[in-house]
Structure formats: structure tokens, C-alpha cells
């Protein structure tokens, strides 16, 4: 025969301490557990409007940053609009070292793209950058172009020639000095669509944003 461990007390009686009423308390366990927060969605922001990316598109590329990039603004650093059509002065125009760049491009057919770098965006003799790095297209929904670990060609420049991604003698974006011509193809580096209408464009706005 079962003997419970907690016999029923009178109405008024105080229930013994580990014997409470169920009935008159919040449950415990799935149902009762409190709700966890939710975490905050991933964020772009930028610290004044930009001229080439919708407030919808800078809404959906947020979420493509690495965490860690988002809820803190990022600046200007260098606009054709504002500071001339010169890689040379995209260049001069770089963040703090250890800073972050996106690129934001708009062709004259009004295509918009760009990329992603984890690192900041300089001459160099050779290929630098990380895994993170990727491009990125609006035609017209989002469409990203991660790194495929086939190379690491991400990203290399001089005052000549800005390339981000490549392999087998193809660039996923490449910009002239002038930053008046650009193209892209299909690369290695992130098996990307071209990031506009043909594979060579010119170029209409450019904008560089870096953590300041």
C-alpha cells in the first residue's frame, strides 16, 4: 500500500515546506519556464544616409554581417559624390587599421552591388583579407556570395586596379583607377553571379563605409 509523504491537510492547515499546491502556484518546467529573450536582429547602421542603398536593402544586408560588426555605426569614409572618381583617394580616405569596409556601387544602368571586407581596404603587393569576406548584389532582392575555400584570393589593389575575389584569371569585382569602369565574374573565390547586367559597367556612385 502507497502512503503519500504528504497527507492532505485540513482547509486552514499550512501546507508543509517541498509539499505546496501545485494548483496554487505558477508551473515550472516547458510551460511555466519564463520566455527567453529574444535576441535583437542584426543591424546596419549607418551614421548619415547613404545615396546608393535603399533603407530596405541596407535593412537586409545587416543580418549578412558578422555579428560583432553590428549595432555600432559605421561612417563615410570616402564618396565619388563628395570626394572625387580616384582609387588613389579611396585609399587615403581608410579607417582605423584594424577596421572593416563595405563598398556600395552603382552602375549607370541603376544596378546596385558591392563588398564586404573584414579588413581595410588598401595597396597592396598581394592578396589579403579573410573568410568573411564576401560580395554581395540587389537585382533587386539581396543576393550574397560567400567565400568558397577554393582560394584566397579576397581582396588586392594598387592605384591602378581594386580586385576582390578571383581565380583563373577572373575577378568578382575589379574598379579601374579613374573608378570610372569596373566589371565582374563568375570567381573561384566565391562562386558568384555577375554582380551586374554585363560583365564590364560603368560607374555612376561609390561609396566606402569603415567603423571610425
Excluded at 500500500?1 to 501546507?15: A, F, G, H, K, V
Excluded at 499546491?21 to 536582429?41: H, L, V
Excluded at 568573411?132 to 581582396?155: A, H, I, M, Q, Y
Amino acid at each position: 500500500m502507497l502512503i503519500s509523504c504528504c497527507p492532505q491537510p485540513d482547509q486552514d492547515e499550512e501546507l508543509p515546506m517541498g509539499c505546496e499546491d501545485p494548483a496554487g502556484e505558477e508551473q515550472r518546467g516547458w510551460e511555466g519556464a519564463p520566455a527567453a529573450a529574444e535576441e535583437e536582429p542584426s543591424r546596419l547602421v549607418l551614421s548619415t544616409p547613404s545615396s546608393i542603398l535603399r533603407d530596405r536593402d541596407i535593412e537586409e544586408l545587416g543580418p549578412q554581417l558578422p555579428p560583432r560588426l553590428t549595432q555600432q555605426p559605421w561612417h563615410l569614409l570616402y564618396s565619388t559624390g563628395r570626394d572625387g572618381f580616384s582609387l588613389r583617394t579611396l585609399y587615403r580616405s581608410g579607417a582605423r587599421p584594424d577596421s572593416p569596409a563595405l563598398l556600395f556601387i552603382r552602375d549607370t544602368e541603376a544596378q546596385a552591388f558591392g563588398a564586404f571586407s573584414a579588413t581595410p581596404i588598401r595597396s597592396s603587393s598581394g592578396f589579403y583579407g579573410t573568410g568573411e569576406t564576401f560580395l554581395f548584389s540587389f537585382c533587386p532582392e539581396l543576393k550574397v556570395f560567400r567565400w568558397t575555400g577554393r582560394n584566397d584570393f579576397f581582396v588586392n589593389g594598387d592605384v591602378n586596379l581594386l580586385m576582390v575575389g578571383g581565380g583563373s584569371g577572373r575577378f568578382g569585382l575589379w574598379l579601374d583607377g579613374d573608378l570610372h569602369h569596373g566589371g565582374s565574374q563568375p570567381c573561384e573565390t566565391f562562386d558568384n553571379e555577375t554582380l551586374s547586367q554585363r560583365e564590364e559597367f560603368c560607374i555612376q556612385d561609390l561609396e566606402m563605409w569603415g567603423l571610425a
